[in-house]
């Protein structure tokens, strides 16, 4: 299911279909709809109520040192730069990969609602800023920041987790906002390029009966299942999914 976001009322629109399970891409709000199948959960991080565990405080401590910024939603060659190096270690021959420098700033920049990039980056050692080791193109919504697309630098060896670091940062920065949410995406039970998302904790996801708290003890045992399969098959669950979009540049559409 899809709709244009289009008009003065896009960011209403935006925030009205995203807390049913929409997920935006450019000008398109799209949702999976399939007569058979219902595994595409949406999910969200309740911010007021998120607990670090010990693995995300270390994170949080290794890579505290790097500097955000909020940047209007305008694509710049350092962010493409960084774009390329990530989808060729993470998703190479993925439905991004051909993508070029048009098709980037098309994916940030054709944005009818309030949106951002927020780059992260190294300490400045000079006049010039520090190096770019990851952004997100994210939505500020409503009830809380969707967190459309992110990307990091994927072999720097000094900066393991990154890309949770990126979603740690989100929550923290909607809750000092007053939004109650963080929007991962969709997420897929069984797929371990999605595991990642359970790790957030308390976590909500989208059902018949609208937004259900996933019980405690489900997902610490979906994160023991997560952490076993990353040591078992050499697995990634700490961000190298993505939400599943229909076809060309959008197939691997949020978050790691």
């Known amino acids: 299911m899809f709709t244009e976001l289009a008009g003065p009322n896009a960011d209403t629109m935006n925030d009205a279909l995203g807390r049913i399970g929409f997920r935006r891409s450019q000008t398109v709000a799209y949702r999976p709809s399939c007569a ?56 190479p021959g993925g439905g991004m990969a051909a993508m070029d420098e048009i098709d980037f700033a098309d994916m940030v920049e054709h944005t009818p609602v309030t949106s951002m990039v927020i780059e992260y980056r190294e300490p400045s050692t000079g006049i010039a800023p520090g190096r770019l080791v990851g952004a997100c193109l994210t939505d500020r919504q409503g009830d809380g920041l969707s967190m459309i697309y992110s990307f990091y630098d994927p072999e720097h060896a000094a900066r393991t987790g990154l890309g949770n670091y990126i979603i740690l940062d989100h929550i923290r920065r909607a809750e000092a906002a007053g939004l109650p949410y963080v929007y991962l995406g969709y997420w897929v039970e069984g797929s371990a390029r999605m595991q990642y998302k359970v790790r957030y904790r308390p976590l909500e996801r989208l059902t018949a009966e609208g937004w259900v708290r996933m019980p405690a003890q ?39």
């Open 36 to 91: 058979e199948c219902q595994a595409c959960v949406s999910v969200r991080v309740v911010t007021g109520e998120f607990i670090a565990s010990s693995t995300q405080r270390r994170n949080l401590r290794r890579n505290s040192d790097l500097v955000a910024s909020e940047c209007q939603p305008w694509a710049t060659s350092e962010q493409f730069d960084l774009l390329q190096r990530y989808l060729g270690a993470r998703h």
């Open 218 to 256: 489900q997902q610490e045992r979906l994160i023991a299942a997560a952490a076993h399969g990353r040591r078992g098959a050499a697995v990634r669950v700490d961000g190298s999914g993505k939400d599943g979009v229909p076809g060309g540049q959008d197939q691997y559409l949020l978050n790691d």
